[in-house]
């Protein structure tokens, strides 16, 4: 199984950014997704979730500026990210989990400045 993410960048503080990932190998919709990030010198965070099932969950940090959802036609996940704070700022890694599998992106660079 492979992921491939993309989308991050510099952004200025108040704008947007919208992530993909690209999943290859196995049948994408049986996959639970997420989004994880990790900032310099921090552990790393579960930013949003989506289930098979399309169950939503989001971590209180990010609670009405991000959305998350699921192209199951095209085996893919996207966070939109909306009024990113420099606090955003991290590598963001999309993850696919099915029973105990678990499968991992190569991450990608978000840059909020203030």
């Known amino acids: 199984v492979q992921l491939q993410a993309s989308g991050g960048g510099l952004v200025q503080a108040g704008g947007s950014l919208q992530l993909s990932c690209v999943v290859s190998?196995?049948?994408?919709?049986?996959?639970?997704m997420g989004w994880i990030r990790q900032a310099s010198g921090k552990q790393r965070e579960l930013v949003a979730a989506i289930t098979s099932g399309g169950s939503l969950n989001y971590a209180d940090s990010v609670k009405g500026r991000f959305i998350i959802s699921r192209d199951n036609t095209k085996s893919a996940v996207y966070l939109r990210m909306n009024s990113l704070k420099p606090e955003d700022t991290a590598v963001y890694y999309c993850n696919a989990q099915r029973a105990l599998d678990s499968y991992w992106g190569q991450g990608t660079l978000v840059t909020v400045s203030s």
């Open positions: 190998g196995r049948t994408f919709s049986n996959f639970h």
